[in-house]
């Protein structure tokens, strides 16, 4: 990280110059004080008392998530970093990320120019305008659930994905299930993508058939189970793992729809633990990502970057959360076309390519 | 974590009593302050000063590691962590770690018993008399590359090996390389597993061939080479990829014994960045792993867990140090057996069955 003496060294002016220009100080024309922001910028500048982390500002941006409310997915998220962060000193600004801000701006450049030392990103979208600025930034960057390979500057914050799913499909084989359904969210999401890769690999691990007309993906959203669960339920299925608390809540919906129960027929497991979750009828099976620590975790990994370690990922235990809507496996009546189900051992080439979209 | 009055509170003695338990007090008996301490480590206590993170003792266990001169592995590793400790009051104590010693105490005990509140393991075997222990343990320990399920007291720590192997399998396809055959280290090993698993993913996303014939586990040291090169060659095999760098040196050393030329004919890439690497002729191409960082970041994890924080992973960023033992791939003379190679497109059943041992 470089210091106003490599500023000062590389434009040719005084440290005091550099200062000014830093700072906001009058007397010194625009254009040296745009040279003096873009070479800060360039260099990786950061502030000695940041440096020696001892005080200083940190960007909270939020992009795509809901923080307002206590039953939001992200008020603890919020409410973790800036207790971790406060507790040694720093200061935070929660700042909403819109699209109209990120093409006004450049990233790095209004970091330094109004002196955030790192930033924590939640809900930042794979085609946000900053998105591509982060690959190359030279600012300690935290972003929670997304994935920059190469940059030392930036860090991956989430649940262990692999883990959690495995628990997951663990806990339901346990109960004696092997048809187990995975309903995921979006196509493109890095966490999507993750979970599918640990779904078919816990999978794999157990000698459970993947059918792969039992696992897809679509939103994260309650409305798309009507869609799926009756062809989950044809294919035989009978646990239906979820993307999310909000999907699985449209599955249990579905289920019963269908005049089958939950957990009876069908085992539902959901994905966050939600405040939802244990609202539901039954009570929902969840892997509980814990928020305020995914909040702390983010400060963690900025201090660490702070300090000039090159964290690539730092990842959370999960925890599951036994309730009522998975229970031991009933066999059920034949489903209506038992011989056309296309099932195949372990991953293979074609479920390779059709579902594991390497975010590397 | 629990604090002395749980003890007391479980033990329905008082808080002065449970003091002189833990701090070797002489006015009580034998017996109860036995009690006291299995207590303290079923519930999981630790000193006030250490659950504030003020100041206290750190266990820096070393089992199979050298780390006593500046060339060995490990020597970077415990000064990263030393220096991250420091910085924040915590006094560090290294502490070989026989076997001897492993199977006369218990873990947990004879942490609370010397007051440690935490530990950081280097080089801990998987065959070792704590790593059972560990599944269950309640003082937050830091592992260097190994992984243990579900205990949220318990992080692994370590670089981020997909990132590493996609990195390095990158630079040889850049340079025009596609059969690319990787000597790993020991199987059985969770960074060897790991590592292929990187390796296979990283093939397939790429759509190289992936012949098992190429991909082969040994041991880490460079005296598995010459039983391996002669069939790499003979299968095609224009890079070889390996586990860590003394692998590397011997296959270079294999190499130019059978005539041929690094990189010339053959591109070798390391792991590690030993300081031998650069030493070698033609120096190494290698994957480098931080050791300073990867001490510091052992510290990070133990804060974030002392804090109540459970770290699954804590991975930091490789990085590809290139230098002259890799170049553009040249064609070969054609090999003996053309027609011989049983060549695979992706990761197949088998393949996976075979190679990747899944550590959860």
Redesign the interface.
């Known amino acids: 990280m470089a210091t106003m003496q490599d500023i000062a060294n590389r434009l040719g002016v005084s440290v005091s110059t550099v200062s000014k220009g830093l700072n906001g100080g009058r007397d010194i024309s625009e254009d040296l004080r745009a040279a003096i922001l873009d070479t800060a910028v360039e260099l990786g500048y950061t502030s000695r008392s940041a440096r020696k982390r001892e005080s200083g500002r940190l960007a909270l941006f939020i992009e795509n998530m809901d923080c307002s409310s206590e039953s939001d997915f992200g008020y603890d998220i919020v409410m973790g970093f800036r207790q971790?962060a406060n507790r040694d000193n720093w200061a935070v600004d929660v700042i909403p990320l819109t699209k109209t801000f990120q093409n006004s701006e450049r990233y790095d450049r209004w970091m330094v120019e109004h002196k955030y030392a790192g930033a924590y990103f939640l809900g930042l979208a794979l085609d946000s305008p900053w998105m591509d600025q982060l690959y190359n930034t030279t600012v300690p960057s935290a972003l929670l659930d997304n994935f920059i390979?190469?940059n030392?500057n930036v860090a991956c914050v989430g649940?262990?994905n692999?883990?959690a799913i495995?628990?997951a499909v663990g806990h339901l084989h346990a109960l004696g299930h092997e048809k187990i359904a995975f309903l995921n969210g979006s196509r493109g999401s890095q966490v999507s993508d993750q979970r599918m890769y640990a779904y078919l690999?816990?999978m794999?691990?157990r000698h459970l058939l993947i059918d792969p007309n039992l696992a897809v993906y679509d939103y994260f959203v309650a409305e798309v189970a009507d869609e799926h669960v009756p062809s989950f339920i044809d294919g035989g299925a009978t646990a239906i793992l979820c993307g999310n608390d909000l999907i699985a809540s449209g599955v249990i919906r579905s289920v019963t729809g269908l005049g089958l129960n939950v957990p009876d027929d069908i085992s539902v497991v959901g994905f966050d633990d939600l405040p939802l979750a244990e609202t539901l009828d039954p009570p929902l099976t969840t892997i509980r990502q814990?928020r305020t620590?995914l909040g702390?975790?983010g400060y963690?990994a900025l201090?660490?970057m702070l300090?000039?370690?090159?964290?690539?990922?730092?990842?959370?235990?999960?925890?599951l959360i036994i309730r009522g809507s998975t229970a031991v496996c009933r066999p059920r009546i034949a489903t209506k076309h038992p011989d056309n189900q296309k099932s195949v051992?372990?991953?293979?080439?074609q479920m390779?390519?059709q579902f594991v979209k390497?975010s590397?």
């Not at 051992?345 to 080439?349: C, D, M, T």
């Open positions: 971790a390979p190469a030392p649940t262990d692999d883990e495995d628990m690999n816990s794999a691990k814990n620590e702390r975790c963690y201090y660490a300090g000039s370690v090159a964290i690539a990922k730092n990842l959370l235990r999960p925890a051992l372990s991953v293979n080439p390779y390519n390497t590397l």
